[in-house]
């Protein structure tokens, strides 16, 4: 059996982690190892550049140094986790990777596209994800999710612009790459989310 590596991304309070635990139970009744881990973080050490990138206490970091620290996170990340466990045939279930980079550090902070490309291929070489799910739903209702939840971290600050440029970032990406995005409607009801995650992930199975 092989492994497949899959990445779900979406604007704040998307409903990404639900949508994980949802599909890492679909595929392993069906028999897989799945691994499920997230972006920033995944290794101690990568949780740790995860504190420090959201905190929103303390000294704020320029552009640069946010989209180095995420890297940085990253290289630990995919050394630790993602690479062994797709050499094991597991499949790997990340919420958030480099495509947050793309519509985060690039879209909405204005980062250079060609600078991400660059780290992206220092840090994968030639991995990339096999599918990205993009829960897409206007800003407003995830942030609406998210600041009903109470303390707010230093992305959950940003003006609602910040959002409007990070959700059409995710959405050029996923014009630009249609065999390896598939893009569901998240406004939906948690039921309505499922049937679309359900049939994307029996999709997969029938596929392996
Ligand atoms: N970041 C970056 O800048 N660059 C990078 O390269 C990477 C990340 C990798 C942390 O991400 C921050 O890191 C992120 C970008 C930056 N900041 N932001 N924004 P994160 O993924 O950990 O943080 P998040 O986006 O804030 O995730 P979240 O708040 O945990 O939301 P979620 O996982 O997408 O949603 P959820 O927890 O599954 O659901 C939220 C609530 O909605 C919860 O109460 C659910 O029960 C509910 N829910 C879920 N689905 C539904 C539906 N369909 N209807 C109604 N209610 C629902």
């Known amino acids: 059996m092989t492994g ?4 779900i991304e979406g604007g704040e309070g ?6 994980q635990a949802f599909l890492a139970r679909r ?4 028999g897989h190892v799945v691994r499920q881990s997230r972006e920033p973080g995944g290794t101690p050490l990568a949780e740790a550049i995860r504190q420090t990138l959201l905190s929103a206490e303390g000294e704020v970091p320029v552009a640069l140094t946010e989209l180095l620290l995420v890297f940085a996170a990253r ?3 995919v050394a630790k986790v993602i690479e062994p466990a797709l050499q094991q045939h597991e499949w790997v279930i990340c919420d958030r990777f480099t495509d947050a980079t793309y519509a985060y550090q690039g879209a909405a ?3 250079s596209t060609e600078v991400i490309a660059q780290l992206e291929r220092l840090v994968q070489g030639a991995r990339r994800p096999d599918v990205v799910l993009l829960l897409d739903m206007p800003p407003e209702v995830g942030l609406a999710r998210a600041r009903a939840r109470g303390e707010l971290d230093r ?4 003006e609602i612009e910040f959002y409007y ?4 970032g995710y959405l050029d990406r996923a014009m630009a790459m249609p065999d390896r995005y598939r893009v569901l409607d998240a ?6 989310v499922q049937e679309q995650l359900q049939s994307v992930a029996d999709e997969w199975l029938n596929d392996c």
Do not use: P
């Open 27 to 30: 595929i392993e009744a069906a």
């Open 155 to 158: 992305f959950e600050r940003e």
């Open 14 to 19: 998307a409903g990404k982690s639900t949508a």
């Open 75 to 77: 290289a630990q990340h």
């Open 4 to 7: 497949r590596f899959i990445t």
């Open 109 to 111: 902070r204005g980062m």
């Open 187 to 192: 406004s939906q009801d948690l039921e309505g």
């Open 165 to 168: 440029r990070v959700r059409a």
